[in-house]
């Protein structure tokens, strides 16, 4: 599975090429997603609601990944970014529902806001695509 060509995905959101970004990136074994927001197209998902917006942009970056046949079970890291401390527990609530069972090393970080000033969280993910090996006990 491993490769050493480098394949980029677009997602077709605007600021990709106002900004000159791709969603993501495979290099070798590690798939990188860029910043994902609540945004598909021009719409806005999950306006005013951190939990919505969270499962809308990480749905988005997995998304990103599965054009390189990887789902949830690849992903080993995710940053969130938000814009209010006081929205740690929603995106948090979304990050376990679907990252449980996967235990991805983890950061949140609180900035000092977005570009739209209605997003509320901006996901990142990691994934490998190399070989799984069976955690120690």
Known sequence: MTSDAVRRVQSGVPWEETFGFARAVA????VLVA?????????????????????TAFASAVEAIGAF????????RT??????????????????ELFDAVRPV???LV???FVDPRV???????AFRGRSEEPDS
């Open 27 to 30: 290099a070798g074994d590690l």
């Open 35 to 55: 910043g994902t927001t609540a945004f598909r197209g021009d719409v806005l998902y999950g306006e005013g609601d951190p939990y919505e917006q969270a499962r």
């Open 69 to 76: 046949g990887l789902g949830v079970e690849s992903v080993i």
């Open 79 to 96: 940053r969130m970014y938000l814009g209010h401390a006081r929205d740690m527990d929603g995106v948090g609530r979304a990050h376990k």
């Open 106 to 108: 983890a950061t949140l």
């Open 111 to 113: 900035v000092d806001g």
């Open 120 to 126: 509320l969280v901006s996901v990142e993910l990691e």
